[in-house]
């Protein structure tokens, strides 16, 4: 390369890295992949390198990427908030380590190997103790001031504890002032949850949980954030006054002993050849953690050995991020079939030659919608390459046109409904296209589905086949419906059904008296899940009050912010919503309301229980209604926020979580003791 070809070439990646930065740290939308946003930028860094006569005090090569906002207040962190260099080379992260034994002239150095969460890097201030703010990496210098919305992270507490010394009764002196780094992510399943929801709603689905956590974070409405239920994990130190530890290993003791949330499992090693070990281990693990998590951060365990080494302007020398290649595999797109949801959204799936991939058969991967089709140039008979969005979700992220067949076309998107035939709409503002026709027959069976399963007013015996069946005779255009359905109908449907008739008949006979959050649940509205359905029944008691329920009294709810209130009335300003909550208690529905602890008392009231195994003689839902009505709360994933683990036979990793962080363990017996005060 001649001298003017790298300088055209250096200008062309540095527009390129700020672009794709801008993209990533500020909008939280980038449209390239982590490896190619990586490749570029070491193109970039080679480059300069190798002709340090263009390099430039304002490269992006030379600098934290920058997620400030407008709309936050700015605050200086006390000490600089670094990111990571970063390789994805076996070779690379040995050279690594030789560059330390090089320093420090000893081959056994003491590492600390760590996950890599994909999140939103955080610097948290606590002063004689106690939680004073919290801020975004920014610019490395300075940050955004987003305290408020980390507050609503139920595992973050606003205190330090004061753990006591090993072998002394003494409790060690916390710092006068510290700032504690960490990561605040999104679990998987957490993300799957709001994507559905989006999807359902018409609106652009998240790429990855890192995109939807950079977002949260930065909305200016407490409420929502709260909504979507952020984490956050503790693992490093930036200032501290006095130092109250001198290792990284140290460090993760210190913050669990704290009260705050840590990494969940952590690798100390000697030498280079422990630490690729323990590296491979993680990558063999990393797959069953509730996280995504993209790599392993290497860290020198010794802060002394940490501060010899230094920095450079923007990252440490004493450690390095080894990043795992997202898994891909390329595989035949053999057709594009259209999806008709419960709201009318019609979903593009693509249906593969199944391929293996992250250790699951994939044969189906989504495509969200008519622009991203667009967007990618995605044609029936292309070889498309397919990842896990978030290690979950399949989806088809690249088209190789080398292999493309020369009859591939575009696709079209249909603009009629393909179960019905409307004509489909494409409401402003939303990126989806629906079918507008509420009697669809894809949109009902949905519609009933979703109300008689398991989370909705649970009618054993009516699942998909039946429902289809039922659909396609004519028999239910509605939810109400399934209150009017008549045996001698049933019976035409096959031989000897006598017995499963009556079975289904008595089924939904029962579900008139369903709890009321399940009938909430089971209606559908935008936005309500089970936790809120259950808060929505505690406070309003019924349908028809919930039906008439103001903004103010929803907003008055804990864990209920704007977007869902207002759903909620848009829901039932709708004439035939309202009319079907009048049609159901005609026809004989009546709803339990939750039941409220005599005399105002509550047991189990601020107590928060995870239910793992089988229980003697108790099912999970009754054994979680016991606690709900106490006025307790069940979570389902084991933290120190949790108060008891209700343990059953062949408990799993939830107990073993539980021990390690000294959650008290119950059984049967002892709830039933708890709940009689």
Aim: proline share 4%; aromatic share 6%.
């Amino acid at each position: 390369m001649t001298s003017a070809e790298a300088r055209e070439r250096i200008a062309e990646l540095r527009a390129q890295v700020a672009r794709h930065d801008e993209l990533y740290y500020r909008q939280a939308k980038p449209d390239v992949t982590d490896q190619e946003y990586d490749r570029l930028k070491r193109e970039l860094v080679d480059l300069e390198a190798l002709f340090p006569q263009f390099k430039a005090a304002d490269s992006p090569t030379g600098r934290v990427g920058d997620d400030r906002l407008e709309g936050f207040v700015v605050y200086r962190h006390r000490q600089p908030m670094q990111s990571l260099d970063n390789t994805y080379s076996e070779e690379e992260l040995r050279a690594f380590h030789q560059r330390l034994v090089k320093l420090f002239g000893r081959e056994d150095l003491a590492y600390v190997v760590e996950p890599k969460i994909d999140g939103i890097a955080v610097s948290l201030t606590y002063e004689q103790g106690a939680l004073v703010r919290a801020v975004t990496r920014g610019s490395g210098v300075e940050g955004d001031d987003i305290t408020a919305n980390a507050l609503t992270i139920r595992t973050l507490s606003r205190e330090l504890k004061r753990p006591k010394a090993k072998g002394s009764a003494a409790k060690v002196a916390l710092p006068d002032v510290i700032e504690i780094r960490g990561e605040i992510y999104m679990t998987l399943a957490e993300f799957e949850r709001i994507n559905r929801e989006r999807e359902e709603a018409g609106e652009a689905v998240f790429a990855n949980p890192r995109n939807l956590t950079a977002g949260t974070i930065k909305q200016l409405d407490t409420r929502e954030v709260a909504r979507r239920r952020l984490e956050i994990v503790l693992y490093g130190v930036g200032f501290c006054e006095p130092a109250v530890v001198e290792t990284q290993s140290g460090l993760h003791g210190l913050v669990r002993a704290w009260g705050l949330p840590s990494v969940e499992r952590f690798w100390t090693a000697r030498g280079i050849d422990e630490t690729w070990a323990a590296v491979q281990e993680l990558g063999r693990l990393r797959h069953s953690f509730a996280y995504g998590t993209d790599g392993a951060v290497v860290k020198l365990d010794s802060f002394a050995q940490q501060r010899e080494a230094g920095s450079t302007a923007k990252a440490p020398r004493w450690a390095i991020a080894y990043k795992f290649a997202a898994e891909r595999a390329e595989t035949r797109l053999n057709a594009i079939t259209v999806q008709v949801g419960r709201t009318g959204v019609l979903t593009p799936v693509a249906e593969l030659e199944a391929v293996v991939l992250a250790g699951t058969t994939v044969a189906r991967a989504t495509l969200h919608n008519r622009d991203e089709i667009a967007r990618k140039d995605i044609r029936v008979g292309d070889y498309v390459q397919v990842e896990k969005a978030g290690e979950i979700i399949p989806a088809v992220v690249a088209v190789n046109t080398a292999r493309r067949p020369r009859d591939a076309v575009p696709f079209v998107f249909p603009a009629k409904c393909p179960v019905c035939g409307a004509h489909v709409v494409q409401i402003e503002g939303e990126v989806a296209l629906r079918c507008p026709n509420h009697n669809c027959p894809a949109q009902v069976r949905r519609r009933v589905q979703h109300f008689a399963s398991k989370g909705g007013v649970d009618i054993e015996g009516l699942g998909e086949a039946m429902v289809d069946t039922l659909v396609e005779k004519g028999w239910i255009r509605s939810i109400a419906d399934l209150y009017r359905l008549q045996r001698d109908d049933l019976l035409t449907l096959g031989k000897n059904v006598e017995k499963s008739t009556d079975n289904l008949l008595a089924a939904i006979a029962a579900s008139k008296r369903a709890e009321l959050w399940r009938f909430i649940n089971g209606l559908g509205i935008m936005h309500v899940g089970v936790a809120a359905a259950k808060d929505l029944a505690m406070k309003f008691g019924g349908l028809e009050a919930l039906a008439a329920a103001r903004r103010d009294d929803l907003l008055a709810i804990e864990g209920i912010g704007e977007i869902m209130a207002d759903a909620i009335i848009a829901h039932f300003n709708e004439p035939r919503n309202r009319a079907l909550v009048s049609e159901l208690l005609r026809l004989g529905v009546e709803p339990v309301a939750p039941a409220r602890p005599a005399g105002g008392a509550a047991p189990l009231a601020g107590k928060i229980f995870v239910l793992t195994g089988t229980l003697p003689k108790l099912t999970r839902e009754e054994a979680t209604e016991m606690i709900e009505v106490a006025g307790g709360k069940v979570s389902g994933s084991v933290s120190r926020k949790t108060s008891y683990v209700l343990a059953g036979d062949e408990a799993g990793s939830k107990l073993e979580k539980a021990r390690s962080l000294g959650v008290p363990v119950i059984d049967e017996a002892e709830l039933r003791r708890m709940l009689r005060g």
